[in-house]
């Protein structure tokens, strides 16, 4: 069962303190504190900004200020707006588009895996806790869209920016326990016409087992890529976080007597065998069925992140933001976050 609060000392008098808090690991929010979300991928280009697009006409026209974060470029300081409101402020043009994020979160029973910070789901909402928490603190909207029990939560999909954003994403997470399946076809279906124009799409997910009877997975994981690759070609970035337990890495069950698994979403009969026959065919399947999303993600330019939950979540956010800011990734040493 997945458990409530994600860190010890979180919660504060003010609802978005009390929300982080429940959400994100103390560990991870202090290794946030003061950093900014840089997207630096092909719709954004490399020339202006923070988020810059392709905006002709426009490039030094005045939009607003917003506070300087570390990681800021120093040279677009506002120094008469620094002088008056004594704080570092950066001055924003039409040219800077705000980044829209919509976060796509599984909330299947087939995420209800693992113990304390290595549990599947839990570790999801902790990565999808700090990007909010870093887009809503620099002014970008956010939305969330979850699956579960065969049904779509879409209520907070359309990206919303503001004061009480992040406590409604936090809540509605939290709130949603593990259960059933995710329906992937009538999620997209619910999300795609709410995406503004140039969004971020962050998929939150373990993929292992997306089908819904028998023998369908491969259908049901070739239809949702489909539709991930559509956005791509609509001028929206896709990225896949793929969160997985160190026991379906490793199936370190190899005894010789007998085993029975059993399917967390109830749609699979249950699986009994030797421990040792099991896990041989178990880790085959698996590399053919991790390969070949590899491939597909690469050939349709979508950005997969594999994270073992067995990671500090603090460690794998750090990764992935080095990755969406298109900057060389230096792990440490069992902490690599695959591709």
Known sequence: ?????????????????????????????????GRPLLVQRPVWGRRHGRHPAARAGVGHDFRDHRAY???????????????????????????????????????????DYGEGPSHKLRYARAVAGGLSWLALRQGDPVGLAMGRQQTVDASLARPRSGRERLSALAHRMIEAQPRGRCPWGPLMSAVAPRLPRRSLLVLLSDLLDPGTTEGDADEVLDELLRGL?????????????????????????????????????????????????????YLQRLGEHLGRLDERCEAEGLLLLRMPTGIPVEDAFMQLLARLAGQPVEAEAGAEVGA
């Open 1 to 33: 069962m997945a458990e409530d609060a994600s860190g010890s000392g979180g919660a504060s008098d003010d609802p978005e303190g009390e929300a982080l808090g429940r959400l994100v690991p103390a560990a991870l929010r202090e290794r946030l504190r």
């Open 69 to 111: 974060v570390p990681g800021d470029d120093p040279r677009r300081l506002d120094w008469r707006a620094v002088a008056r409101r004594d704080r570092l402020v950066l001055r924003r043009t039409e040219s800077e588009d705000e980044l829209s994020i919509t976060l796509l979160l599984d909330a299947g029973a087939g995420m």
């Open 229 to 281: 690759a559509q956005l791509r070609a609509r001028q929206h970035e896709v990225v896949i976080v793929q969160t997985l337990h160190p026991d379906e890495l490793d199936f370190p069950w190899n005894e010789r007597g007998m085993l029975r698994f059993e399917d967390l979403r109830g749609l699979r009969a249950p699986l009994e065998g030797p421990g040792r026959n099991l896990r041989e065919s």
